[in-house]
């Protein structure tokens, strides 16, 4: 007791005599770490980009909503809704007034502005960092990553909050662009702004990013591992797809032939081998063709959400009928069906037909498993035809072949197709090539579609924009 | 001066851990023996003497003292009858009490007689000098000494004057004098806080021991840090005595304030009753904050600051103190007198002092009670078997339009009946409950001389509740040690404290008023009857089981005092507080508990069936002050000022893990479990607060007639945000002692009469600590490729700061005749930067953080008058009355737009009928703040009454028109759960050795939601018991009026203003009656033995018919008490 209290008596006197008062007040919580401490290591800044990532895997976002979730049903990749879904009856109808559609959509909100804020804390004490306290090429990739993801977040609430650039134009209102976190508030931005400030994000990434291993040829000299499975981070080619991506939403044609360009003659992504596909036995498949992922979200909890929303089984299946897909799929017969999409990525239960391209069988190998789906090469091929369509159809077209031959169609496109009939091709591969992963419905809506496939209702703003939460707008957002 | 402090710091932390060892390892031998250097009047008498003459007392007391008395028969009249009772005192003391009502004066000639003479002859005019010895034909010299106090301590600074002279000084820091005196002159000695001493002057050296001012605790008050003359205070503050406390009860500490000051609130709770396991909630003048909708403090967010000698308290350390342990408890109400507190003051700061020891030869002190608590059950009406039987068939219970179910209800309705009939009728409330009779033990002792004083105090209380099993043992022990060395002087107090709290395994007390009187308990062979179908199950069966449900702590304390007397003015003190606790709970259900009867075998579940949850805690806190106090008394001046700078560390950390699958309550051990509970992970939280203060506190009074405090604290804390990390609390206050000027001094009757003011600001800071900075937390339930992740937990306001709280106060204290006494109070106190929940546009990552918005207003009004009705000094007797009164009135003038988001939220739910809240809720009235309206305000729609029509309810819209739709919009103030007023009176009467008190308290003017009506009648599950009035008084048929709706209608009645009522209360709080054997045991070696009876809560009249005591009933209390001194 006696040395307890002379050593506490000690060491406190010694801090209060040796560090100015304000130092004494600064406390840190132990099971919270203080965003000062935490960044005065390079592990801090680790766990923090991490922990963005985990949260994009929520599944308001990425781990459900924004991938097979809310966003594939407003683009009507399901059906046979009824009144009794709780989850997503409202939403399958754009009834976005409803309380389980106002419910979900502002959880997407404040979920994707969230994980801002987390990129946000984290530029800001990246760019006040001393390089040198990192390995090797880990501050760059670190700080590129960032700006990456801070740009693709914006991006997709962008694409579910404003109108299109094809709609409304670049003037329309956007969404607040937040790149500080704290308490002052980020007003609303046009679309135009906000896609400048995009890109602007995404020329910094890139520039930091250029020292990628993921890049061919790039090798990282750091010893640590910290740089594995790039896939799985927003690695320069996520930001290169992304910049085509963006390019083309604003309708800026050139920079997304070039950028998509660059990812495909990149070659880090080719497409899935044939033996990797077909196979027999169905856990050895490789259900989201792992090499063609740019960026995928790591999903320890993917079997059971597959499970839960995505099998005849569960109460809220998404799902849609055979004829549906066949329609989809142009089959004529199952049996002798040649796109992988449909043969092996789809499967018939009890009259409906589910997508297992994210199910988790037993066995399956960990090189295939637990990996969400958010960008994929094929859309480089996409966007490279449709930016091609006019100028060069030929060139388009052999992009869409390419696609279609490595999804087992043996049949090519005609080379006669004209631009209409060649946007109508690439509608059907977002259709096809997407299921589960949400881009159908951004597709609809950037081109600004009259109607959408298999729904009733006719599209267009009161469609395409969801509403932002009542609090946003309270404060004139 | 920070090394400087360290190293004495550490140089007196050494002294005092080698002290503490002497004192363990001599206890035993360290009785100290009379002081044979005494002076003649130090020494100790025992006297009792009723109605004799002077001349007798005399002869007695040079008896019983071995002293001389000298005095002239001619100029004293020493027929005069004399009553005089003392026992242990000093002779000085007791000659005091007989001679001064006589004018007699007395001083001590060369240390071997006591002259008596009339004290006129004293006046400055005659010397008196004049009719004694030769001595003062002596030359003047220099006369030297040291004054000391019981313990031994130097007094600096006593002032010391030549009697009939303007010829004086003062003692240094060492208590050392020296002065310029002949033999034969009277040297008087006085200081702030102790008893006036004279004595004569025979020879060079003059040593005095001044006694200090106990019996005038009323005329101190102590502030935690320092005590101040109360005559020169200007704060306000209420001081209760340990007499005092024990008058009114001998439960708790917080319980005997409640009904002493009625300032000092224990808010209601029907639900908790008399749980000895349950902290009361207390606030002082009214609720500054909000309530704690959203988790954000630490604690009640109105609670006071509790210090224990010096050093910050938890409130359950104040609920487990021993009230024979308490010395003194003072609430600091207003700004003048808590300010020094700074941020921890606004809600009111109460100071509670133990026991110091005291000089002399070892005493030991024990209190001993046996306390009683029944049970109060008589706020219950429920029905007995016939009526409940009858009540289910007018509830359509046993009626069915399909004809195969009617035969089995008809066949229900007859077995019910034929037991009914057979006389099954339980009284299923009593079984849980029990008679409990608990007890409580104090032993004190204490003694020493002048170097060192020991004390050493063990208490033992076991409350035993009502309810079976339900009990809460305390166990603490303290050694005090007071020392001196040189012109240092030392006090040091180690407590430990160890708590077992044990839950009834009887569970919630509501699980048996709700039970069907018609069931059995037990079967035809006596066993326990497990479940009565339809998964209703026997509560009295889990309570065989070995279930666990309890808590327990244990608390080292260690307090260390240091005064270095620099020179006689200026002292320096160093205090360093250090406390460790240990927390343990732990909760345990078999797999036997009916919680699990309905996990069918087949289940994966069956297997993680048993439940056992273990929680442990640590708590550390660290407090260190080191002060300066400067006091100079001038010609009419006096000053008197405090500069410390304090510094203190709290850090409290829990842990807690569940485990699941105990297949029977013999594996009661958490090591037995099948596995985790499921998807659940150890939890925890940890919680660090520092801070840092310099305070200044200043008190000047000019010739006693003007007063003057000022107190300013500069305080910082970790809790406030990097921005607004130190703020200034500061309390200004003035007084006026009337009764000083000429003007009331010729008014005679008038003995005090002071007006008070004050003013300040001081602030609040109980919340959870890291709010105000970023901060992190990691996944720990997710890795990303195999790295775990980091995510920030919220947004962080650098401007968060404390609460502040401005209290003016005006008051003034009259005593009339001496006999009436008054103190009145009027306080506005506006506490402003409330923390809130301000909502944020979500696209700044968060949708709301934690700010400094907010206003509330208290203002109200005490009265606190006491009258000496009867005294008789010659009978023993007296008979004292008393009342208080308090009003506090409470109105929010700001909320932030997260409160109304909250508002909002809670409407929305109760204008639903299905979803996010409880059917029970929906019945209950929400917290609504609203500007302009009390937090306690109650919200419901006005209501006017039941349709004869339909026996649906018509509500009234806010626009006047009428409907049978209940909605939130329509939600009226339709009262306020603050009483309007709220007080205690009662007598203190004592007859020779017998005394009795009796208290009660009252409230008026709030309302109160009569949620008995609600659940009970109105919206009754008929499944189960209901109250009488369900049966009688329900709307059954057209045309009849009833206050109650259909009673064959099940939905939620939503607040409303049919079931706010008025809550005007009376309670028959205490009754104490006393009785002193000393006179029996003349004789005896017991010095004084005191008898006593206590009953509490006897008795309630209220307004208002409501079941009291929810999940635990309420309890009528008796204790009977035992003190002696030995």
Not at chain 1, 158 to 164: D, F, K, P, V, W
Not at chain 2, 764 to 773: I, L
């Amino acid at each position: 007791m006696k040395n307890i209290i002379v050593s506490i008596t000690i060491t406190l006197v010694a801090i209060a005599s040796l560090t100015s008062c304000n130092d004494w007040l600064e406390v840190d919580p132990k099971t919270q770490i203080g965003s000062d401490d935490n960044f005065q290591s390079e592990q801090g800044f680790k766990d923090a980009l991490t922990g963005v990532y985990i949260l994009m895997t929520h599944e308001d976002l990425y781990g459900r909503q924004l991938t097979f979730g809310l966003v594939d049903v407003l683009g009507n990749q399901y059906s046979g809704f009824t009144t009794n879904d709780r989850n997503y009856y409202q939403i399958s109808v754009f009834n976005y007034e409803s309380d389980t559609a106002e419910t979900a959509i502002d959880a997407i909100w404040t979920a994707q502005y969230n994980a801002i804020a987390n990129v946000n804390n984290l530029i800001a004490n990246i760019d006040a960092a001393d390089p040198l306290m990192f390995e090797n090429e880990n501050y760059n990739i670190i700080r590129g990553e960032a700006y990456g993801l801070r740009a693709f977040l914006h991006f997709d609430l962008l694409r579910l909050y404003a109108t299109a650039p094809a709609s409304g134009g670049t003037t329309a209102a956007g969404i607040p662009y937040a790149n500080t976190f704290g308490l002052t508030v980020t007003p609303s931005s046009t679309v135009g702004k906000v896609l400048e400030l995009i890109q602007a994000d995404l020329t910094v990434a890139l520039a930091a990013l250029a020292e990628d291993p993921v890049i061919p040829g790039k090798v990282t000299t750091s010893s640590d591992n910290y740089l594995r499975d790039r896939s799985y981070k927003f690695n320069y080619y996520a930001a290169k797809a992304l910049q085509a991506r963006v390019a083309l939403y604003a309708n800026d044609k050139a920079t997304a032939l070039a950028s998509a360009r660059a990812v495909i003659d990149g070659k880090a992504f080719p497409f899935v081998p044939a033996s990797q596909v077909v196979v027999g036995v169905p856990a050895m498949v490789n259900r989201v063709f792992t090499p063609e992922l740019i960026f995928t979200l790591n999903m320890t909890n993917l079997g059971t959400l597959s499970s839960t929303w995505l099998t005849n089984s569960s109460t809220e299946q998404l799902g849609k009928t055979p004829d549906e897909y066949r329609a989809v799929y142009e089959v004529q017969d199952d049996a002798t069906a040649a796109d992988y999409r449909f043969r092996v990525l789809t499967s018939e239960v009890n009259g409906e037909r589910y997508a297992v391209k994210l199910t988790q069988p037993e066995g399956i190998p960990t090189t295939y498993a637990n990996r969400m789906p958010v960008m994929r090469v094929s859309e480089m091929y996409y966007i490279a035809a449709e930016c091609l369509k006019d100028t060069d159809p030929a060139q388009a077209i052999g992009y869409l072949n390419a696609v279609r031959r490595a999804r087992g169609i043996l049949d090519d496109l005609s080379p006669a197709l004209d631009a209409a009939q060649i946007q109508q091709e690439i509608f059907k591969e977002y259709e096809k090539e997407f299921l589960l992963e949400g881009q159908l419905f951004y597709y609809y809506k950037r081109v600004n579609a009259a109607t959408m496939r298999f729904s009733g209702a006719v599209a267009g703003d009161a469609v395409y924009v969801l509403p932002r939460p009542d609090n946003e707008i309270e404060f004139g957002n | 001066m920070q090394k400087i402090f360290t190293a004495n710091i550490c140089k007196i932390m050494r002294i005092t851990a080698a002290q503490f060892i002497l004192l363990v390892l001599t206890l035993s031998v360290a009785v100290a023996g009379d002081n044979f250097a005494q002076g003649l009047l130090d020494r100790k008498v025992s006297i009792r003497i009723d109605a004799r003459t002077l001349k007798d007392v005399l002869t007695t007391l040079e008896n019983e003292a071995q002293v001389k008395f000298v005095y002239s028969t001619s100029a004293l009249d020493l027929s005069r009858n004399i009553s005089i009772n003392a026992s242990d005192e000093k002779l000085g003391a007791v000659l005091n009490q007989v001679l001064t009502p006589l004018a007699i004066q007395f001083v001590v000639k060369n240390n071997a007689y006591i002259v008596l003479k009339k004290e006129k002859e004293a006046s400055a005019d005659e010397p008196i000098t004049d009719s004694l010895s030769a001595s003062q034909l002596q030359d003047v010299r220099s006369v030297h000494g040291r004054v000391t106090d019981k313990e031994g301590l130097p007094l600096p600074g006593v002032n010391i004057m030549i009697m009939g002279t303007t010829i004086g000084t003062a003692t240094d820091g060492d208590g050392n004098y020296t002065i310029e005196a002949r033999d034969g002159d009277i040297l008087v000695f006085s200081f702030i806080g102790f008893d006036r001493y004279e004595i004569v002057v025979s020879g060079d050296l003059v040593n005095v021991v001044l006694n200090e001012n106990v019996t005038q605790l009323n005329d101190v008050v102590v502030t935690g840090y320092y005590t101040r003359k109360a005559e020169s205070f200007t704060g306000s503050a209420v001081t209760i005595s340990k007499d005092e406390l024990r008058m009114v009860g001998n439960q708790n500490v917080l319980q005997s304030v409640a009904i002493l000051d009625p300032s000092f609130r224990i808010v209601d709770n029907l639900d908790i009753g008399s749980n000895p396991n349950q902290l009361p909630n207390v606030q002082v003048r009214g609720a500054a904050g909000v309530p704690d909708l959203k988790g954000d403090y630490q604690t009640n967010p109105n609670q006071p600051l509790f210090i224990l000698n010096g050093f910050q308290a938890t409130i359950e350390q104040v609920y487990d103190l021993n009230m024979n342990f308490v010395e003194s408890i003072t609430i600091l109400k207003d700004a003048a007198a808590k300010a020094i507190y700074g941020s921890r003051a606004a809600n009111g700061v109460v100071v509670i002092e133990t026991k110091r020891p005291e000089e002399g030869r070892m005493r030991i002190n024990y209190n001993g009670s046996v306390d009683i608590q029944t049970p109060d059950l008589s706020s219950y009406e429920l029905t007995n078997s016939s009526q409940k039987i009858q009540a289910e068939q007018l509830a359509g219970v046993y009626t069915s339009t399909t004809p195969l179910i009617q035969e089995q209800l008809t066949a229900q309705y007859g077995q019910r009946m034929a037991e009914a009939a057979r006389g099954v009728n339980t009284y299923w409330l009593s079984q849980p409950l029990r008679t409990g009779i608990g007890q409580k033990h104090n032993v004190y002792l204490d003694g020493g001389d002048e170097a060192m004083i020991y004390s050493v105090n063990v208490s033992y209380n076991n409350v035993k509740g009502v309810m079976k099993g339900s009990d809460r043992t305390t166990l603490s022990g303290t050694a005090g040690l007071s020392y001196r060395y040189k012109n240092f002087s030392f006090r040091n107090l180690l407590t430990v404290d160890n708590n077992n709290s044990v839950n009834s395994p009887y569970g919630d007390f509501s699980l048996y008023a709700r039970m069907n009187p018609y069931w059995r308990i037990h079967d035809e062979d006596g066993r326990l009857i497990r479940s009565y179908g339809n998964s209703v199950f026997n509560p009295l069966y889990d309570a065989t089981l070995k279930t666990k449900d309890f808590s327990k702590y244990m608390t080292v304390t260690e307090n260390f005092y240091g005064e270095w007397a620099i020179t006689n003015r200026l002292r320096a003190t160093a205090r360093l507080g250090v406390n460790h606790s240990d927390r343990r709970t732990e909760y345990f259900l078999p797999a036997t508990h009916s919680t699990y009867a309905n996990i069918a075998s087949s289940s994966p579940e069956y297997v993680n069936r048993g439940q056992y949850t273990i929680g442990t805690g640590v708590d550390n806190n660290l407090t260190s002050d080191i002060g300066l106090a400067y006091n100079v008394e001038r010609k009419k001046h006096a000053l008197y000022s405090n500069l410390f700078y304090s510094i203190g560390q709290q850090s409290s950390s829990v842990t807690q893990v569940m485990a699941v699958g105990f297949p029977n309550d013999r594996m009661n051990d958490i090591s037995m479990a099948n596995r985790y509970l499921e998807g659940s992970s150890p939890t925890g939280s940890e919680n660090t607060t520092r801070n840092l203060g310099v305070t200044l506190a200043t008190n000047y009074s000019y010739d006693n007639r003007f007063l003057a405090d000022f107190s300013y604290r500069l305080n910082g804390s970790s809790q406030f945000g990097a921005r607004n990390r130190w703020g200034g609390f500061w309390g200004i206050g003035a007084g006026w002692n009337l009764h000083n000027e000429d003007f009331i001094r010729k008014l005679r009757f008038i003995e005090q009469l002071k007006l008070r003011a004050s003013t300040g600001y001081t602030g609040s800071q109980n919340f959870n600590s890291y709010m105000s900075v970023a901060s992190y937390s990691y996944n720990t339930r997710q890795t990303y490729n195999g790295d775990i992740g980091l995510a920030l937990q919220a947004l962080p306001n650098p401007y968060l700061q404390w609460q502040q709280t401005q209290d003016n106060n005006i008051g003034f204290d009259l005593n009339m005749f001496g006999k009436l006494m008054v103190r009145g109070d009027y306080y506005l106190s506006r506490t402003n930067s409330l923390l809130s929940d301000v909502t944020t546009p979500p696209s700044s990552g968060f949708t709301s953080y934690k700010a400094n918005i907010g206003r509330t207003e208290n203002t109200g009004y005490q009265l606190a008058v006491s009258y000496k009705a009867y005294t008789s000094a010659a009978r023993k007797s007296y008979l004292n009355l008393f009342i208080n009164i308090a009003h506090n009135s409470n109105r929010i003038k700001e909320v932030s737009n997260g409160f109304k988001q909250l508002n909002a939220e809670q409407d929305a739910d109760k204008d639903g009928n299905s979803g996010n809240i409880t059917k029970e809720q929906r019945q209950t009235p929400s917290i609504r703040l609203i500007e302009g309206m009390s937090t306690e305000t109650i919200w419901a729609v006005q209501s006017l009454g039941i349709d004869p029509a339909n026996g649906k309810e018509i509500f009234r819209k806010k626009d006047g028109s009428l409907t049978y739709l209940w909605s939130s919009a329509d939600q009226i103030a339709a009262g306020d759960a603050a009483p309007k007023i709220m007080g205690s009176f009662g007598a203190n009467f004592q007859y020779q050795s017998f005394t009795a008190n009796v208290a009660f308290t009252f409230k008026a003017g709030g309302q109160a939601y009569n949620t008995t009506l609600v659940q009970r009648v109105e919206n009754a599950d008929i499944s189960w018991n209901v109250d009488t009035r369900f049966l009688s008084e329900r709307w059954k048929e057209p045309g009849q009026a009833s206050f109650y709706k259909d009673i064959a209608d099940q939905t939620a009645t939503k607040p409303t203003t049919r079931f706010v009522e008025d809550l005007n209360e009376l309670v028959f709080s205490s009754v104490s009656l006393m009785y002193d054997l000393r006179r029996v045991l003349k004789g005896q070696k017991i010095n004084n033995v005191r008898v006593g009876f206590n009953m509490n809560d006897l008795a309630r009249v209220s307004s208002m018919k409501t079941e009291r005591g929810l999940s635990y009933p309420f309890a009528r209390q008796l204790s009977f008490t035992v003190q002696a001194t030995f």
